[in-house]
Structure formats: structure tokens, C-alpha cells
């Protein structure tokens, strides 16, 4: 089943900060970030293996509540470079490095 | 490394025809995924091999569209007869079995079904 992906869309102005959610109905073994620009492939920004843990990318950080099955992306002083689509990618236990994507969160950043 | 290669990059075809897309995985990935990616849909998996064996072909839309992996370093997604509504951006995306790596994306192959 498809992650649930929120908002589906924001505009910000360079600068602000956002958050992400994907939310899960289904025990989760992993949560995968990753961003695609207008026309092309999507690009890996991280993964999520434990509980709780918090990861960073340059200004681009996530957490993973591994009892709730949600993971937030978190993007903070917003550059115009992170204009794209955020995908997250849920990955159950068992299941052999597959992947579920929710549909996107599409971020525009203006200058 | 040179990444996940596909081809062709855009192929336009008229209904009826068949299609063949093509995915040279990184070298040492034990996985490989093929997607499709269109506005109503979103990303969804289609097919994916593990070993060149194919794991789970769950998400192939119906018989028309045989996937094959004959050897490591190389894969390929057929449709047969193609249709319109197969008009999309196909990924083929690869791993390796370690569970904190990710999957690398191909630059996807973009087809239009006249």
C-alpha cells in the first residue's frame, strides 16, 4: 500500500523552512528520500534504518518514528536549488530492497 | 562508475509496435528494479530481480509487457503490443544487498504511444 505523502504541494521564498511527511499503514524496515527536478531521474537524499534516528544532508534532515510508520524530511533555510518533487519510499521488512513511493510533495522555491 | 545506463532516452512509436527498453545495472548491484512514473499514477514498481531472477512482477500491468534479465549486466522491459495509455517515463533503478544503500536511477527512458 502507497505511502501517504503531506503536503502535496508548498511554495516558499528562499530562506523558509519545510517539513515533509509520509506516513505508512504498514510496519516499516526503512524510509528512503529522494528528490526529482522536472524531467529528470530521481536523486537518493537518504535513508532512514532505525527508529527515531535523525539524519542530515547539508540543510536537509529527516526522522524516522518507527512505532507510528512516519518519517518527516525536513528542510531548513530553503535554497533555490531544492525547488523539486520529494519522494519518500517506504521499505517493509522482509521485502527484498522494494520500494513503495508515495505520489510527492512538490516544492517550489522562489527567489 | 558510470550509473544505471538506459535506452533509448525517448522513443515514440505507433500503437501496435513493439517496444524494447533497455537497463545496464551498476556493476556489483544484486538488484533491479524497473518503474514507471506518469502524472495519474505516480512511480510504481513493476518488476524487479534479484540475482537476474525476478522476485516479484506484481505491479506489471498485464502479459504484454515481458521482462528479462538474461545476465548481471543487462535487462529488458518489452511491450508488446504497445498502447497509448503505455505512454510514460520508464526507470530502471539498481542496489546492492546491503539494506542501508540506496537505489541508483537510470535517467529513465521517456515513450510516447501515437
Known amino acids: 500500500q502507497q505511502p501517504v505523502q503531506s503536503p502535496q504541494a508548498v511554495i516558499l521564498r528562499e530562506g523558509e523552512d519545510a517539513v515533509i511527511n509520509c506516513s505508512s499503514s504498514k510496519a516499516l524496515y526503512s524510509v528512503h528520500w529522494y528528490r526529482q527536478k522536472h524531467g529528470e531521474a530521481p536523486v537518493f537524499l537518504m535513508i532512514l534504518l532505525k527508529g527515531g534516528e535523525q539524519k542530515g544532508h547539508e540543510k536537509i534532515s529527516a526522522s524516522f518514528n518507527e512505532k507510528k510508520q512516519q518519517s518527516s524530511l525536513y528542510l531548513t533555510a530553503s535554497q533555490l536549488s531544492y525547488s523539486g518533487t520529494y519522494f519518500c519510499g517506504t521499505e517493509r521488512a522482509g521485502s527484498a530492497r522494494q520500494l513503495t513511493f508515495g505520489s510527492g510533495t512538490q516544492l517550489t522555491v522562489l527567489p | 562508475d558510470a550509473g544505471v545506463i538506459q535506452s533509448p532516452r525517448h522513443e515514440v512509436t505507433e500503437m501496435g509496435q513493439e517496444v524494447t527498453l533497455r537497463c545496464k545495472p551498476i556493476s556489483g548491484h544484486d538488484y533491479l528494479f524497473w518503474y514507471r512514473q506518469t502524472m495519474m499514477r505516480g512511480l510504481e514498481l513493476l518488476i524487479y530481480?534479484?540475482?537476474?531472477?525476478?522476485?516479484?512482477d506484481s505491479g506489471m500491468p498485464e502479459d504484454r509487457f515481458p521482462a528479462k534479465m538474461p545476465n548481471a549486466s543487462f535487462s529488458t522491459l518489452k511491450i508488446q503490443p504497445s498502447e497509448p495509455r503505455d505512454s510514460a517515463v520508464y526507470f530502471c533503478?539498481?542496489?546492492?544487498?546491503?539494506?542501508?544503500?540506496?537505489?541508483?536511477f537510470g535517467d529513465g527512458t521517456r515513450l510516447s504511444i501515437l
Open positions: 530481480f534479484n540475482n537476474n531472477v525476478p522476485i516479484d
Open positions: 533503478a539498481t542496489a546492492s544487498g546491503s539494506p542501508n544503500q540506496p537505489q541508483h
